[in-house]
Every structure is written in C-alpha cells, then in structure tokens.
C-alpha cells in the first residue's frame, strides 16, 4: 500500500503524469496511477487557481480523504465510478456534481463514510463480502440516488439521510437504520429480503411522489417505524408487500392525492393518520387489479381520519376504521371493501369548522 497526493489542479483522474505524486505538492510521474490498495489524498497543495477533478475512467483506491485545507471550492466531477477498499471523507468546502457510482469493496470492519452534509447526486453502492461501513454524519446523495447494499454490513443509526435505499439478493448484509430520518427517498426497493437483517426502529422513511405515474414503496414485507407519504406531483404513492407499520401517515401534500396498495397485500399499523381536507379527498384504493388489500390495526384503540375516498379496502378489526362523516364510500365500486365506519368514532362530536366549509369530526 502506497500514498497517492493530487497535484497539479484541475485535471482528469487518469492522466498520473500531471497529477498524482507520492508526496503532498512533489512532482507527478508516470506509474503513480493509484491502485486498489492505495490511499489517495486531496490537500492545500493539491490545487491553485483550477479547482476540478475528473474521473474520467473506472478508478480504484483503498481510503479517499479530502483535506478541509484544500484550496478553493474543488469540484468532483466524472461520470464514471469509483471503487473505494475502504473509507471516504470529503471537505467541507467541495461540490460533488459528478454522476458516477461509488462501490465500497472493503472485506473488512471499521470503514467510515464523512461527507460533512455535501450533496453529493452520486448512487452508493456497497458491495464486499464481510465488509462494513458506518455512515457518520448526514448524508445527502440527493433526490432520485439511490443506496444499494449488496454485501456487507451498512450503519446510518441516527443519521439524516436523502436519498433512496435497496437491497435486493440473497447475499448476506445487514443494513442498521436506528433513529434514521429518511428524507425524500423517490426509491425504497426491499423486494426480496432474503438473509438481510435489518433494524428500523425509530426510524421516519419520507416516501415522495414526484412523477406525473406512480412511485411505489416496495416493502419487502418487512417492519418499519414510521412511513411518511408526501407528493409534489399529480402520480400516486403505491406500497407493496404485506408491511407492518407503527404509523403511516398522509403529509401536507397529500390532499387530492391516492395511496394505492397492492392487490392482495396486508399492511399492519399501529396508527394511521391519513385526512384530506374539504374539496381535496385522498383516495385509499388497490392497484394492479380492482381485488381488495387489508389494513390490519394492531394494539387497541381506534384509527379516525376524514376526507378520504375509499375503495376495494378491507379493515379490520370491526368497529376499529372510521372514515369520519366527510368521507366518500366507494367500497361497493368492482370488488367490494368492508369494515370502514363513515362516521366519527364513538366518544367523537360534528362541528362546523370556523369558517363554515363543511362538517368536520372532533373527538373529545
């Protein structure tokens, strides 16, 4: 294993006689191409008045450190990856607008991944058998990238992270999300689970809709905390599997939107706090075929909402879903719903609401 230092400012990563030297500000040389098994460093001398490096090939290294004393506000650009056999810290002071994928190899524990909250609009990729890597500060691959764990153990506990995340093989991985706050995941791809163990406990999942068709929630019929449904766009937030849930809840920009959940799935909730508002109902419906889904609430108690259009939804347990009085029932619409109560829920009153717009239920 060997040190590498980028010289020589803006230049692209491949061409070693400009820009890599074996010393912090020494002289390039043909053959310091870094190598799987090298670090690489990024430092105050490693830029003057040029300020961007490019991947201009597949590159390789061992840990990747930016130094927050690099000069100017360097660029990452590429659109080709990087493959990193260990750890990686950015600057403070950088911009990561380059599209290549990032792929962690490491086999071995104790990696670390320090972005100082840089948006990075770069997927991560972690792939090394027996590998780990623990994520220690926010970390923003922005909207529509995506986090894929294929082998190895990844750790975000208590992290905010943007960005999607998917783990889909039957490699054995472990993905460890405590006190996680995911924020605007446009992907969540947990289709086939096999040998992944996971903990999302206390953790909040921002699912959003940002597309004109669908964007869906792909379970993976594992158990989450809590799921936030939000949408800036006119599509539909769908879930699949049969999830289990403590709350899933409709955001602000819910109104006049639809919650889909795949035919034939069961989602089980703890609480549930879906409500349109008047003139703009969400509609809770199945998708792929007009056959029914489930809602199963768990832990006592009742589930209230209002302002929803309801059809082919299936809730139990009895006296359990009520749809409050401003609710739209369309459970006899194709295949038939049951179990929804339109009304409040016992205990509950009608008011006018302050301005008069319509009935809205209260409960004591």
Same mark, same amino acid.
């Given at each position: 294993? $060997?040190?590498?230092?980028?010289?020589?400012? !803006?230049?692209?990563?491949?061409?070693?006689?400009?820009?890599?030297?074996? =010393?912090?500000?020494?002289?390039?040389?043909?053959?310091?191409?870094?190598?799987?098994?090298?670090?690489?460093?990024?430092? $105050?001398?490693?830029?003057?008045?040029?300020?961007?490096?490019?991947?201009?090939?597949?590159?390789?290294?061992?840990?990747?450190?930016?130094?927050?004393?690099?000069?100017?506000?360097?660029?990452?650009?590429?659109?080709? @990856?990087?493959?990193?056999?260990?750890?990686?810290?950015?600057?403070?002071?950088?911009?990561?607008?380059?599209?290549?994928?990032? *792929?962690?190899?490491?086999?071995?524990?104790?990696? !670390?991944? !320090?972005?100082?909250?840089?948006?990075?609009?770069?997927?991560?990729?972690?792939?090394?058998?027996?590998?780990? &890597?623990?994520? *220690?500060?926010?970390?923003?691959?922005?909207?529509?990238?995506?986090?894929?764990? *294929?082998?190895?153990?990844?750790?975000?506990?208590?992290?905010?992270?943007?960005?999607?995340?998917?783990?889909?093989?039957?490699?054995?991985?472990?993905?460890?999300?405590? @006190?996680?706050?995911?924020?605007?995941?446009?992907?969540?791809?947990?289709?086939?689970?096999?040998?992944?163990?996971?903990?999302?406990?206390?953790? !909040?999942?921002?699912?959003?809709?940002?597309?004109?068709?669908?964007?869906?929630?792909?379970?993976?019929?594992?158990?989450?905390?809590?799921?936030?449904?939000?949408?800036?766009?006119?599509?539909?937030?769908?879930?699949?599997?049969?999830?289990?849930?403590?709350?899933?809840?409709?955001?602000?920009?819910?109104?006049?939107?639809?919650?889909?959940?795949?035919?034939?799935?069961?989602?089980?909730?703890?609480?549930?706090?879906?409500?349109?508002?008047?003139?703009?109902?969400? =509609?809770?419906?199945?998708? =792929?075929?007009?056959?029914?889904?489930?809602?199963?609430? $768990? @832990?006592?108690?009742?589930?209230?909402?209002?302002?929803?259009?309801?059809?082919?939804?299936?809730?139990?347990?009895?006296?359990?879903?009520?749809?409050?009085?401003?609710?739209?029932?369309?459970?006899?619409?194709?295949?038939?719903?049951?179990? &929804?109560?339109?009304?409040?829920?016992?205990?509950?009153?009608?008011?006018?609401?302050?301005?008069?717009?319509?009935?809205?239920?209260?409960?004591?």
């Amino acid at each position: 294993m $060997a040190n590498r230092y980028w010289v020589g400012g !803006t230049g692209n990563w491949s061409d070693d006689t400009n820009h890599w030297s074996t =010393t912090s500000g020494g002289a390039a040389a043909l053959g310091n191409l870094p190598t799987a098994a090298d670090d690489v460093f990024f430092d $105050a001398n490693s830029f003057n008045n040029s300020y961007s490096m490019t991947v201009d090939a597949l590159a390789y290294c061992k840990n990747m450190t930016w130094s927050n004393l690099v000069l100017g506000t360097p660029a990452w650009w590429g659109t080709f @990856g990087v493959e990193i056999y260990g750890s990686l810290t950015l600057a403070s002071i950088m911009t990561v607008p380059g599209t290549g994928t990032l *792929t962690f190899k490491s086999t071995t524990t104790g990696n !670390t991944i !320090t972005t100082l909250g840089r948006t990075q609009n770069k997927p991560y990729t972690f792939d090394g058998v027996g590998g780990e &890597w623990t994520i *220690t500060d926010t970390f923003n691959i922005g909207v529509g990238r995506n986090i894929t764990v *294929t082998n190895g153990s990844l750790i975000m506990d208590g992290r905010s992270v943007t960005g999607g995340l998917s783990s889909n093989n039957a490699n054995v991985r472990n993905i460890s999300a405590i @006190g996680t706050t995911f924020v605007s995941c446009v992907i969540w791809d947990f289709t086939n689970p096999a040998n992944l163990t996971y903990d999302f406990t206390n953790s !909040t999942i921002t699912f959003l809709c940002n597309v004109t068709s669908y964007r869906t929630f792909l379970g993976g019929g594992l158990t989450y905390n809590n799921l936030v449904l939000t949408n800036t766009s006119t599509g539909s937030n769908r879930i699949s599997g049969s999830n289990t849930f403590n709350d899933i809840t409709a955001s602000t920009g819910m109104p006049g939107k639809t919650i889909s959940f795949a035919t034939g799935t069961t989602q089980t909730v703890t609480s549930f706090t879906v409500s349109g508002t008047a003139g703009n109902e969400i =509609t809770i419906t199945s998708y =792929t075929t007009t056959a029914t889904h489930a809602l199963i609430k $768990a @832990g006592g108690g009742v589930i209230s909402c209002d302002y929803l259009n309801i059809q082919h939804s299936v809730a139990t347990p009895a006296n359990t879903w009520y749809a409050g009085v401003n609710s739209t029932n369309n459970q006899a619409v194709a295949t038939a719903g049951s179990g &929804w109560i339109f009304t409040v829920p016992p205990g509950g009153t009608v008011i006018k609401d302050i301005i008069g717009r319509g009935i809205v239920p209260f409960k004591r």
